[in-house]
């Protein structure tokens, strides 16, 4: 069976490629806490995408969120220089915070085997 690759797909990789030098070069520039991008979303008719950052401080995620928010119009027309498209789509940039869940359920893992070790111990007994 033939793989398929939506355009939408293609487009979402390219935006999420340019878009992430361009936001670490305004993290930069402005000063805003340390964020990648780890993922867009476009819309099929390309009119919206919804980017997704990670943030290295998670405690400072929403003043990097709000930083790039205002900056989304900026970010849209360096993007459009960069890309081949007549029409760039709206940028609605968003918290990911999957990573962070990720790091608690793997401090929740490493912290199982001590609670369980003095339980199985008992149980020997």
């Known amino acids: ?33 340390s964020v990648s991008v780890s993922d867009v979303e476009v819309t099929r008719d ?7 950052v ?3 401080m998670p405690e400072r995620s929403a003043e990097a969120v709000k930083g790039l928010r205002e ?8 993007l459009a220089r960069a890309m081949k ?3 760039v789509p709206e ?7 999957s990573v962070d869940r990720g790091e608690r359920i793997d401090k929740l893992l490493r912290d199982l085997p001590e609670a369980q070790a003095p ?5 020997e007994e």
């Open 1 to 33: 069976m033939p793989k398929t690759f939506h355009r939408t797909d293609r487009v979402s990789a390219q935006i999420r490629r340019d878009l992430g030098t361009l936001v670490h070069a305004a993290v930069r520039e402005y000063g805003l806490p």
């Open 119 to 123: 339980k199985a111990e008992a149980d």
């Open 85 to 87: 498209l007549r029409h």
């Open 91 to 97: 940028l609605h940039f968003h918290y990911d915070d």
């Open 71 to 78: 900056l989304a119009v900026e970010l849209r027309m360096s």
């Open 54 to 56: 990670t943030a290295l």
């Open 46 to 52: 390309m009119a919206h995408a919804k980017v997704f």
